[in-house]
T-cell receptor, first 112, second 113 residues
Framework: EDQVTQSPEALRLQEGESSSLNCSYT??????LFWYRQDPGKGPEFLFT???AGEEKEKERLKATLTKKESFLHITAPKPEDSATYLC?????????????FGKGTKLSVIP | DADVTQTPRNRITKTGKRIMLECSQT?????MYWYRQDPGLGLRLIYY???????NKGEISDGYSVSRQAQAKFSLSLESAIPNQTALYFC????????????FGEGSRLTVL
């Protein structure tokens, strides 16, 4: 059974204080690892897809990295507008690969 | 206008009532999905459809049914709502053959009293 665990559950940062969110996963074969951002009262918004260990993707202050067991979302010099819940999801390459398994998310608060 | 539109955005109903949540999309994607989000449980797949004639159960389909009326429309029904179906429901779309990135609507908050 695919599993996705995100940590920490919640993170408070001062504006400009860089940090990382973790997503550890268990799959029989990874077809893709996805990061989403979700604002309160909104649907998740796609950020990145990572396919293989060693891959990195960047967007503004966010950088996602991938190893064989986990992914990190690095946030450099965050701003208050980066406050949101960040979701990680995986797609297994095995049977039922149409489904994404989501983690419970990390709620990030960036304080001015 | 949003690419994936859900109606209603909020609904309060009573136990035993029939409820329909509707989703329409302008992204031109073949694949559509219904997810449920509960605090502390994350997003869980209810049903998905790869085209008008292809509908499949997801992880938590009991108590729900769906209808794919057209490529752009996918509705979710609760035939007899119960309180533990109180949740935030999301419709999503994806391209066929793509990596699987999902594009979500803004959600329908359902409360069953």
């Amino acid at each position: 059974e695919d599993q996705v665990t995100q940590s920490p559950e919640a993170l408070r940062l001062q504006e400009g204080e860089s940090s990382s969110l973790n997503c550890s996963y268990t799959v029989s074969g990874l077809r893709g690892l996805f990061w989403y951002r979700q604002d309160p009262g909104k649907g998740p918004e796609f950020l990145f897809t990572l396919y293989s260990a060693g891959e990195e993707k960047e967007k503004e202050r966010l950088k996602a990295t991938l190893t064989k067991k986990e992914s990190f979302l690095h946030i450099t010099a965050p701003k208050p507008e980066d406050s949101a819940t960040y979701l990680c999801a995986v797609r297994d390459s095995g049977a039922g690969s149409y489904q994404l398994t989501f983690g419970k998310g990390t709620k990030l608060s960036v304080i001015p | 206008d949003a690419d994936v539109t859900q109606t209603p955005r909020n609904r309060i109903t009573k136990t035993g009532k029939r409820i329909m949540l509707e989703c329409s999309q302008t992204k031109g994607h073949d694949r559509m999905y219904w997810y449920r989000q509960d605090p502390g449980l994350g997003l869980r797949l209810i049903y998905y459809s790869f085209d008008v004639k292809d509908i499949n159960k997801g992880e938590i389909s009991d108590g729900y049914s769906v209808s794919r009326q057209a490529q752009a429309k996918f509705s979710l029904s609760l035939e007899s709502a119960i309180p533990n179906q109180t949740a935030l429901y999301f419709c999503a779309t994806s391209e066929a053959g793509g990596a699987g990135e999902l594009f979500f609507g803004e959600g329908s908050r359902l409360t069953v009293l």
